[in-house]
């Protein structure tokens, strides 16, 4: 059993995407129980397939060396436009997601297309993770920890923000600034993401780790540790069954995500007829 879970880890570059798996399973649901609990899981999904625009021009004028760059400025260009464009309440929210990340998905496609090179399509919408570079690894755990370590900051205004967003803009938070953070912060989550699962399957790692804990617990800060434990076991165990199945990663860890998703919510309700989380201050402040 033990030669079963660490075969896969023997070479330098298995050993790199172990690492990048730890690291978004660490990174995503955290993001993502807060993308869960404002209702942004639709944004995650636009955001992750807009990114693609930014990807195609960044490759076809860098190369692949600039992939992930390209993808962080697209992913922070879509959240300022998405932001600015929603302040008008007379359009929508998730009309804004879709005008604009269907626009850029699209414009995405249209580069590729054009791009001289031997690199499919598909290896950018799901995933390359035996391809991670030393550079790869450094950017991602940079961006992850510059988030978590955003998010444990602003941990107690989120809170307040996400459960009474009135109150806290009576008390002095900055709740539309808050707003525009956590779209940068999805946005780098998605980029993080996306030499795991490529562009098409991050909304898995983003949703089902945290969604998952919330069968089970009722705070913030307990969700946010279940979800990070999950998602890290969850990441390795898929990329682990992808080396000895010799099948792609991405899809294998997302089928992870989702099995054990569903095996806890008939464990959940099978033992229980109603499950509550409470979103009240006093629980979710004591964390």
């Given amino acids: ?28 649901p955290i993001v993502g129980t807060w993308v869960s609990l404002r209702r942004l899981a639709y ?28 993808a962080l400025v697209a992913g922070i260009l879509m959240a300022l436009t998405i932001h600015y464009l929603s302040q008008n309440r007379r359009v929508a929210l998730d009309s804004v997601i879709a005008v604009v990340g269907s626009g850029m998905f699209a414009l995405g ?22 391809t991670v570079n030393n550079t790869d690894v450094w950017m991602t755990l940079a961006l992850t920890i510059a988030s978590v370590g955003a998010i444990w900051y602003k941990f107690a205004d989120l809170t307040f923000s996400t459960f009474d967003r009135d109150h806290a803009t009576q008390v002095g938070i900055r709740v539309q600034r808050l707003d525009l ?44 540790r279940a979800g990070v434990a999950l998602g890290v076991s969850e990441v390795l165990l898929g990329f682990i ?12 860890i997302t089928l992870v995500t989702t099995v054990v998703f569903i095996s806890a919510y008939i464990t959940r309700f099978a033992t229980s007829d109603r499950t509550y989380v409470h979103h009240t201050h006093e629980h979710d402040h004591r964390h």
Avoid: E
């Fill in 109 to 130: 496609v249209l580069i590729l297309s054009k791009v001289d090179t031997t690199v499919s399509l598909t290896h950018f919408l799901f995933g390359q993770l035996l």
């Fill in 43 to 70: 944004m995650g999904d636009a955001m992750s397939h807009s990114l693609l625009g930014g990807i195609a021009l960044a490759f076809a004028w860098f190369g692949s060396a600039a992939v992930l760059p390209g």
């Fill in 1 to 28: 059993m033990i030669s079963w879970l660490l075969d896969p880890f023997q070479s330098d570059f298995t050993q790199r995407a172990g690492l990048v798996c730890i690291l978004v399973g660490i990174l995503a």
């Fill in 181 to 224: 953070a956590m779209l940068i912060l999805l946005a780098i989550c998605v980029v993080v993401c996306l030499s795991t699962v490529g562009t098409v399957l991050t909304v898995s790692l983003l949703i089902t780790p945290s969604a998952t804990a919330r069968l089970y617990c009722n705070r913030v800060a307990t969700i946010t």
């Fill in 241 to 252: 069954v992808s080396y000895h199945a010799n099948v792609a990663p991405g899809p294998t």
